[in-house]
């Protein structure tokens, strides 16, 4: 179903500065230069200082990812940038940058926005991945059930009505002092601990497809704050606990959408999909209720430009093009 085009993907919502190319649907080059390390003495994403960091790599990045495909300039078709949701600081510098090299190679220009990115990211290892189907998004942004009925046809079921569950993650672990990003950093913790060990809260609120996860943190910061001195509570055990919370909140309103749909197969994406937890008790499920199952490789789940390139390919093949005028958008718009 898919060209023989050259793609070249940009990705900087956030705090990765992020380029792929795509031929043939084939990915050749996925390239990602983090900037963790840089915003990890801040406890989370700085974003003047994360906008000025995707400046200073996102040229060297690019001579990197031609050299590595082995191409020149000349050899690219279609130019995709993700335009939004993400920090507008940060979309800026990877969008202007896209449309620079699109408008001199006097080639397409597609602006991609960046949950239908996550959204289509099983594609890229699963390309038997075919609608309808519904799909856990579960970024350090959003949390949504979206039922795909076809691609570019995307109804959004339900949302967090406040904290993302990737949020969830990343508020507490600053908290405790446990790392950057949070989520990894929790499932690091959680290796070995009782999950059952302390009891926290599975919020859940009124719309019947919606999430909540600020009162759970709140539960756990009280739990912590109401220990006695002589009280001893592991850090693994309170991790766990912690992460199972999380995930028991995610499976259980997703499992009510799955059987209510009755869709015959489920996908993710997003940060938080690349947790173990989280991936074990989907497939589960799927395996329970013989649901096809396709959810990206951790290294997919999480931000990355393959899936703006991915996107960019199905756009293409419908001549769903845009004007070199349009902006970045910090805003969702499903
Ligand atoms: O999709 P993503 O890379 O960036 C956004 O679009 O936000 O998601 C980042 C989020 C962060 O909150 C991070 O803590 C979480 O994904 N995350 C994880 C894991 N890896 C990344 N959460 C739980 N377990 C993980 N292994
Ligand atoms: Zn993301």
Redesign the pocket.
């Known amino acids: 179903m898919l060209n023989d085009k050259v793609i070249l993907g940009f990705e900087t919502?956030?705090?990765?500065t992020a380029i792929a190319i795509m031929k043939d649907n084939k990915l050749l080059v996925n390239k990602i230069s983090s900037q963790v390390d840089i915003h990890e003495k801040f406890g989370g994403v700085v974003p003047e200082v994360a906008s000025r960091a995707h400046s200073e790599m996102i040229r060297n990045l690019f001579h990197t990812s031609l050299n590595e495909a082995h191409l020149e300039l000349s050899d690219i078709d279609i130019v995709a940038s993700t335009d939004g949701p993400?920090l507008v600081g940060s979309l800026v510098v990877g969008y202007n940058f896209a449309k620079s090299v699109a408008w001199s190679l006097d080639k397409p220009f597609l602006p991609i926005d960046?949950?239908v990115g996550?959204l289509s990211a099983p594609l890229i290892e699963h390309p038997q991945l075919d609608p309808p189907f519904l799909s856990l998004l579960?970024?350090?942004?959003?949390t949504q059930i979206v039922l795909v009925e076809e691609w570019g046809k995307y109804e959004l079921l339900g949302s967090t009505i406040d904290d993302?569950?990737?949020?969830a993650?990343?508020k507490l672990?600053r908290y405790c002092g446990f790392g950057?990003?949070?989520?990894?950093?929790?499932?690091r913790i959680s290796e070995g601990g009782d999950e059952s060990k302390i009891p926290l809260p599975r919020p859940r609120p009124k719309g019947e497809f919606d999430y909540s996860f600020s009162g759970l943190k709140t539960a756990a910061i009280y739990y912590l704050n109401d220990l006695k001195k002589e009280d001893e509570v592991s850090r693994k055990d309170f991790a766990a606990s912690y992460?199972e919370a999380?995930v028991d909140s995610l499976m259980g309103v997703f499992i009510k959408a799955v059987k209510e749909t009755n869709v015959p197969t489920i996908s993710g994406?997003?940060?938080?999909?690349?947790?173990?937890?989280?991936r074990e008790k989907l497939s589960t499920f799927a395996e329970n209720e013989s649901k096809n199952i396709y959810v990206p490789s951790?290294a997919l789940?999480?931000?990355?430009a393959a899936m703006i390139a991915m996107v960019g390919f199905l756009k293409y093949q419908n001549s769903d093009f845009s004007s070199l005028e349009k902006g970045a958008e910090a805003r969702f718009k499903f």
């Not at 579960?138 to 959003?142: L, N, Q």
């Open positions: 919502s956030c705090d990765e993400g960046h949950m996550h579960v970024s350090g942004g959003h993302a569950a990737g949020e993650f990343d672990s950057f990003p949070g989520g990894p950093a929790i499932q992460q999380i994406g997003g940060g938080v999909m690349a947790n173990k937890r989280l951790p789940s999480t931000d990355n």
